[in-house]
């Protein structure tokens, strides 16, 4: 089903199945990722008038797919084929590299060289996302990256790590990573 769904898509039969990952691509892709199974199951599988209509349940499948192929990487995508847009690629690019700094998105849209209404239709347009979902993904990722490596025993914690990622609420931060991880971000940093 993925390589027909993805030939369909590239309009090109001879697609490259990849090797997946286990875990998403990236933050964007894993936030998108859970939304889509989220709203698979309640939209779909919770409500028996669309699971039982054929042409209902198939198309929703087809996007589960086409979520999957984006968030996991599982399918080599073809030359020439529809990619993110300069101006997207230099506002991730600038986010991901001052990620802990105050961010605004006056900033990210100067450094897409956009206008901010062209930044945020171009992120709705290609990330299906805000560009400050895309910040604070991307922080939460670095939280994430500091969760593992940390140590409790020298003194690490939950609050202190996300307060360097600019995260000033600890509820907030806490119901942000479960969302994006599944897990607390406590149980991350005991492990």
Known sequence: MLRRVAGEIWDDEDVCLAEGAVRPVDAARHWLWRRTVQEYRQQVLETPEVYGNELLR???????????????????EPRGGAEESAAVRRATAWVDEHRREPITV????????????????????ERGQTPMEYVRLARVDGARA????????????????????????????TALYRQTYGETPRRTLMR
Not at 58 to 76: D, N
Not at 111 to 119: E, N, Q, V, W
């Open 58 to 76: 198939a198309q929703a499948t087809r996007f589960v797919v086409v979520s999957a192929i984006s968030a996991f990487g599982l399918v080599t």
């Open 146 to 173: 500091d969760l593992i490596a940390g140590d409790p025993t020298r003194g690490d914690t939950v609050t202190s790590i996300s307060a360097d990622w600019g995260f000033s609420n600890a509820g907030r931060f």
């Open 106 to 125: 006056q900033d990210i849209a100067a450094a897409a060289r956009l206008s901010t209404r062209g930044l945020s239709l171009a992120f709705r347009r």
